[in-house]
């Protein structure tokens, strides 16, 4: 299988490798609670991005398209930018009940995304090297919600202090900072025409 791997693969694996080590990170953070493990896990979110990145250009310039790297780059997409900020976000104190759903929708979410994306490339690229538009927001866009639980961190602003505190609904607590994971998620899987550039 190896030899069947192009040099856009390679970094599309980098990609997801940058995804589960943020994920690791966020639970070494859990246990530690040494903000250098929170940086770290926060910081792999722009290297994924970047892997990202290279990988559809390096694609594109060595005209190496293939569904075996398509398939390779959702799952990537899905480890670093759908389970790593919600793993991030569930170490910084998105712990609630209402949280874990909102955190599980956000995650579906980009997954549905994804096979939607999947699924409809070809024809939305009508026979050039790429679509000319997202239908969604890429999952990618994700990294500003990495961003935004970075920020927190810097100021000293996770757990009990996290921005707007936490509202008991019912049986449950809800922290509202978890909603912008339910707006990413839903912007994700809505049917706005984003450009591609």
């Known amino acids: 299988m190896i030899r069947e791997f192009h040099l856009a693969d390679f970094l599309t694996l980098a990609n997801a490798a940058c995804g589960l080590a943020a994920v690791l990170f966020s639970m070494l953070y859990m246990g530690s609670q040494s903000s250098a493990h929170f940086f770290a896990a926060t910081a792999l979110a722009p290297a994924a991005l970047l892997f990202d990145w290279l990988d559809g250009r390096v694609a594109r310039w060595r005209r190496m398209h293939s569904a075996l790297g398509r398939e390779l780059d959702s799952l990537a ?7 790593a900020p919600a793993a991030l976000g569930f170490a910084a104190g998105l712990r609630g009940g209402w949280d874990w759903i909102a ?3 956000f995650v579906c979410c980009g997954v549905s995304r994804l096979a939607r994306y999947n699924v409809t490339a070809e024809s939305l690229s009508e026979g050039r090297d ?3 538009y997202f239908e969604g927001t890429p999952i990618p866009t994700t990294v500003l919600l990495t961003g ?3 920020l927190a961190a810097w100021q000293d602003r996770l757990g009990e202090y996290l921005y707007w505190g936490a509202w008991t609904l019912g049986p449950s607590d809800l922290h509202p900072l978890s909603l ?3 707006f990413s998620g839903s912007l994700m899987i809505s049917t706005l025409r984003i450009p591609k550039v």
């Open 77 to 83: 997409d899905i480890i670093s930018f759908g389970v």
């Open 148 to 150: 935004v639980l970075a």
């Open 130 to 132: 790429k679509v000319a």
């Open 103 to 105: 955190l599980m929708y």
């Open 180 to 182: 912008l994971f339910v």
